[in-house]
């Protein structure tokens, strides 16, 4: 059995989230396992960093699969590209040892969120940000960012059905970054 990870970008505008859903819901995992399954003709093992909601896109996520193929790498990479969607794409490959798991092996997370604060919006940007006409305090949104930093619970943001002890997290970096056209950029590293 070989363990094999990639690295999917992709659009998640008309997927409902990245996690295999039942029924016939569109996701990203599943777009992947039926490329995966026609590929190989069989899925062995599946395993990724982490979740994505509806319509939330990804620039890097970490996925790993196994299968009893020995794959030559380039010509995988381009045909798993060639059958997926225009909207998912595969940007790296490489076999890693048997012990790899995307999920348990991730080091960290970095979440990137785009905010549009003008009095129009960018047809480049409508799929990717926040709309917000009124004006923000960017002072005031990066001193508590800053307050981000370090280890905290986060109990007020999980799920009530959460085991205790899986909501301290810590946070890297905070950061509220102003590029032109009013583009804010809120990045968080965990």
């Not at 070989?2 to 569109?26: I, R």
């Not at 396992?33 to 319509?55: H, M, N, P, Q, V």
């Amino acid at each position: 059995m070989n363990n094999y990870l990639a690295v999917v970008e992709y659009d998640g505008t008309d997927y409902k989230g990245f996690q295999s859903q039942p029924g016939n819901t569109k996701t990203v995992q599943g777009e992947l396992l039926k490329a995966l399954k026609t590929l190989t003709g069989e899925i062995s093992g599946f395993g990724y960093a982490g979740r994505t909601d509806s319509g939330v896109h990804a620039t890097h996520q970490v996925i790993n699969f196994r299968t009893y193929s020995e794959l030559d790498l380039y010509r995988f990479q381009w045909k798993f590209n060639c059958i997926l969607p225009d909207d998912i794409v595969i940007s790296k490959m490489e076999k890693v040892p048997q012990d790899f798991d995307a999920r348990r092996d991730a080091k960290q997370r970095q979440y990137t969120y785009y905010i549009v604060n003008s009095s129009t919006q960018s047809v480049f940007w409508k799929r990717y940000s926040l709309f917000i006409t009124g004006k923000l305090d960017t002072d005031a949104m990066r001193e508590a960012a800053k307050r981000f930093i370090g280890t905290n619970d986060f109990t007020s943001f999980c799920s009530v059905n959460l085991h205790p002890g899986f909501n301290t997290r810590e946070v890297y970096s905070c950061s509220i970054g102003k590029r032109t056209g009013g583009l804010l950029v809120f990045r968080i590293s965990a």
